[in-house]
Antibody, heavy 119, light 108 residues
């Protein structure tokens, strides 16, 4: 079955760029929307943005100025870059598949990766 | 922005109990609501989409109802594996998604 796996550094310094990759296995990245979601310690889930497999994107307005999501269909991966990070960006970051046809919800998720912003 | 408010924030219950969690939207969202179950260290799992549609593979003891601003997730007979945190999520303001703050379901 289709599985998602996040990867990337677990520690990022303040003001630097957080970079994560989500690898999709067991299925094709094509014909779907893919998303990043995060959960800061003790807080709820926050949608970061999504990308369609052909490259069109939408971002949370609160993060839009710092976020870029990209896709590499040849590797079956999509990626997140978050610039100028601060301690407030410390969170577990999840990648997820978006089911658009029936309900605009996240039908598959990765297990998440903790990213800590600290010097 | 549409705000999603869940209640209660935590609930204690026993195996076999019926549990209801509510989610209220700050404005009408039609039926654009999903429910998720999340256990520590695991991938969140969708239970219900479009307010009342059961995701494939999810046990029938889970059900969802509501439309507009008020929604409920009901677990008809709690099983040991159901103790987790539950989140609602709205998609009416697509492409902007927002989640509720979560309801932690604990063993009594």
């Amino acid at each position: 079955q289709v599985q998602l796996q996040e990867s990337g550094p677990g520690l990022v310094k303040p003001s630097e760029t957080l970079s994560l990759t989500c690898t999709v296995s067991g299925g094709s990245i094509s014909s779907y929307y893919w998303s990043w979601i995060r959960q800061s310690p003790g807080k709820g889930l926050e949608w970061i943005g999504f990308i369609y497999y052909i490259g069109s994107t939408n971002y949370n307005p609160s993060l839009k100025s710092r976020v870029t999501i990209s896709v590499d269909t040849s590797k079956n991966q999509f990626s997140l870059r978050l610039r100028s990070v601060t301690a407030a960006d410390t969170a577990v970051y999840y990648c997820a598949r978006v089911e658009m046809a029936t309900g605009r919800y996240f039908d598959l998720w990765g297990r998440g990766t903790l990213v800590t912003v600290s010097s | 922005d549409i705000q999603m408010t869940q209640s209660p924030s935590s609930v204690s219950a026993s195996v076999g109990d019926r549990v209801t969690i509510t989610c209220r939207a700050s404005q009408g969202i039609s039926s654009w609501l999903a429910w998720y179950q999340h256990k520590p260290g695991k991938a969140p799992r969708v239970l219900i989409y479009a307010a009342s549609s059961l995701q494939s593979g999810v046990p029938s003891r889970f059900s969802g109802s509501g439309s507009g601003t008020d929604f409920t997730l009901t677990i008809s007979s709690l099983q040991p594996e159901d103790f987790a945190t539950y989140y609602c999520q709205q998609a009416n303001s697509f492409p902007m998604y927002t989640f509720g703050q979560g309801t932690k379901l604990e063993i009594k």
